[in-house]
């Protein structure tokens, strides 16, 4: 059971460039999240799926576009990376319970990117 | 903006003594969690406390909820230096949220040996 898993570890990338931040999780979950984690700041969110084949806008969804591929997978793109878009992205998982109320979300190893 | 706010910033205190850090919070909630991240990793959680419940333990952790003052503290006891991470405190439902998580900006805990 591998959890949440995120591809890269680390990216470095020009401004202009465009990159695709891949996530996926083995533990059936129906809901999935990006966020970005700046230096001395919590976690934003910056889209989620509640369920497959729905996506939403979080705080910060300027700049970047998701995918919610199937169940298990869930991509985050950059169309044309910024350097304010330099952060650590991390990806997460979890249940919508019947309230629609979110319970625990289980959270991947983080990605790094830096935009030059 | 923000619903969760920590406070202390930072905390530093030797191995054996007790932490504890406090959340603020705006709206209304469902529940509160806590989360801790070490450094360089994942966010791990560590208890829920319900809107309707006021205290709750797991193991070192003792977690308790206000919500006439819209506050919490996660409270560690017998630290040890392992316990050394940031401490994140979200929310979940209310008025202006809708069903997603909301992070505070985290508690930076150093326990020296």
């Known amino acids: 059971n591998a959890g949440v898993t995120q591809t890269p570890k680390f990216q470095v990338l020009k401004t202009g460039q465009s990159m695709t931040l891949q996530c996926a999780q083995d533990?059936?979950?129906?809901?999935m999240y990006w966020y970005r984690q700046d230096p001395g700041m919590g976690l934003r969110l910056i889209y989620y799926?509640?369920?497959?084949?729905?996506?939403d806008k979080g705080e910060v969804p300027n700049g970047y576009n998701v995918s919610r591929l199937n169940k298990r997978e869930f991509s985050l793109r950059l169309e044309s990376a910024a350097p304010s878009q330099t952060s650590v992205y991390f990806c997460?998982?979890?249940?919508?319970?019947?309230?629609?109320?979110?319970?625990?979300?289980?959270f991947g190893p983080g990605t790094r990117l830096l935009v030059l | 903006s923000q619903q969760g706010e920590e406070d202390p910033q930072a905390l530093s205190i030797q191995e054996g003594e007790n932490a504890t850090m406090n959340c603020s919070y705006k709206?209304?909630?469902?529940?509160l969690q806590w989360y801790r991240q070490n450094s360089g990793r994942g966010l791990v959680h560590l208890i829920l406390?319900?809107?309707?419940?006021r205290e709750k333990h797991s193991g070192r952790l003792r977690v308790t909820l206000d919500t006439s003052k819209k506050s919490s503290s996660l409270l560690i006891t017998a630290s040890r230096a392992a316990d050394t991470a940031s401490y994140f405190c979200?929310?979940?439902?209310?008025?202006?949220?809708?069903?997603?998580?909301?992070f505070g900006e985290g508690t930076q805990l150093t326990v020296n040996p």
């Open positions: 997460a998982s979890g249940w919508k319970t019947s309230g629609g109320f979110r319970e625990t979300q289980y």
């Open positions: 709206t209304s909630i469902n529940n």
């Open positions: 533990m059936n979950h129906n809901s």
């Open positions: 799926s509640a369920s497959e084949g729905t996506t």
């Open positions: 406390i319900r809107s309707n419940e």
């Open positions: 979200a929310t979940a439902g209310g008025e202006t949220s809708g069903s997603r998580l909301t």
